[in-house]
């Protein structure tokens, strides 16, 4: 029996994690930092339930709640390969590595791999390991409804291979400055995209991170795209054929 999906929902919890209530249901959550991430909101720095997380990078600001995220709720993790055997090697059982380029379905869910220009370790005994490449995910949820996870990257020519190969309606792209690109980079990426709406993330949360989404505003507006500034903890609602 054919059942009826409600649009997505989509939380920025601060920095570059995100909580989503997929149309059918299903609950994801990318990259997650949330009991140290001085932008999480309180009541959302426990996840009681969840179906899914997709892990772009092995830094703490992306990972650091993982393992015990994974183990309370026995979520299913997507992450690169080098990383996904350390999960392996810390206890996770539900656990799938990916590598650039793949695709896979997951949960009514299609989920490809794709670049990053970034690095990737996870200290492990006060000591850096490799964690295998950076990438981002572009996912198609149940309604059809493309979104690019940029993950850490900078700007690279790539990018519109991404947009004419896999087509997504939005993206969430860093634009903090320092460590991944900033608001000049960011306007590049969604015009080699070719997208139309894109959500600034990885920005505000240290001193270094400078960037800001009055700046991506300034610089891509003119061009008929529009900023999704989201408020940490404050849901966002997608329905694929408004978007």
Known sequence: MFE??????????GHATF?????????????????????????????AALDLMLVTHGHDDHMADAISIARATGARVIA????????????????????LGGTLS???????????????????????VYAGAASGFVVRFENDLRIYFAGDTAVFSDMRLIGELYRPSIA????????TMGPEEAAKACELLGVRQVIPMHYG????????????????????????????????VFDAVTV
């Open 19 to 47: 909580f989503i209530v997929s149309p059918a249901g299903k609950r994801i959550l990318v990259d997650p930092w949330l009991a140290t991430n001085p932008a999480c909101p309180p009541s959302a720095k426990k996840i």
């Open 106 to 128: 997951a949960l009514g869910l299609t989920i490809t791999m794709v670049k990053a220009e970034h690095s990737s370790s996870v200290i492990d005994e006060g000591r850096p």
């Open 205 to 236: 949360t240290s001193p270094r991170l400078t960037g800001t989404p009055a700046q991506l505003r300034e610089l891509v507006e003119p061009r008929g795209i529009e900023v999704l500034e989201q408020r940490a903890g404050e849901p966002a």
């Open 172 to 179: 969430v792209l860093p634009i903090g400055n320092t460590l």
């Open 4 to 13: 009826p999906m409600t649009p997505l929902s989509l939380t920025w919890l």
């Open 80 to 99: 690169p390969h080098e990383l996904s055997l350390w999960f392996t090697q810390k206890g996770l059982q539900q656990v799938t590595g990916m590598n």
